[in-house]
Nanobody
Framework: QVQLVESGGGLVQAGGSLRLSCVAS????????MGWYRQAPGKQRELVAH???????TYADSVKGRFTISRDNAKNTVYLQMNSLKPEDTAVYYC???????????WGQGTQVTVSS
C-alpha cells in the first residue's frame, strides 16, 4: 500500500521560509513523478510544483522564483523549499505521486502552512 506523509508545515511571518518534506513508501519512488499542491479555505486544490523522474520541474506562476521542488530518490522523499513566503501562500499543502493535473496517484494527509502578515 502506497503511503505519502508530509511534514514541515507551520506558522511563519511573511518573508520567512519553510521546507516541506514528503516521504513515500509502498511504491518504487524513483519511478514516480511527484507534485506539491495546496488548498486554501474556500478554494480548489491547485498545483504548486511538479518534478519528473528525470528531475524536470514545473511551477505555478505564483511561486516561481520563490519555491523550489527537489527529490532524493535514496530517501524516497520530495521536498518543497519555500522562501519569501506571503500571506496568500497560506494553505494545506499536499503531495501526490501522479501527473501534474493530480488526476491519478495517491495523496498524503497534508501539512498546514500559515503565513502571517
Amino acid at each position: 500500500q502506497v503511503q505519502l506523509v508530509e511534514s514541515g508545515g507551520g506558522l511563519v511571518q511573511a518573508g520567512g521560509s519553510l521546507r516541506l518534506s514528503c516521504v513515500a513508501s509502498g511504491s518504487i519512488f524513483r519511478f514516480n513523478t511527484m507534485g506539491w499542491y495546496r488548498q486554501a479555505p474556500g478554494k480548489q486544490r491547485e498545483l504548486v510544483a511538479h518534478i519528473t523522474i528525470a528531475k524536470f520541474t514545473t511551477y505555478a506562476d505564483s511561486v516561481k522564483g520563490r519555491f523550489t521542488i527537489s527529490r532524493d530518490n535514496a530517501k524516497n522523499t520530495v521536498y518543497l523549499q519555500m522562501n519569501s513566503l506571503k500571506p496568500e501562500d497560506t494553505a494545506v499543502y499536499y503531495c501526490n505521486n501522479g501527473p501534474p493535473d493530480g488526476s491519478r496517484g495517491y495523496w498524503g494527509q497534508g501539512t498546514q502552512v500559515t503565513v502571517s502578515s
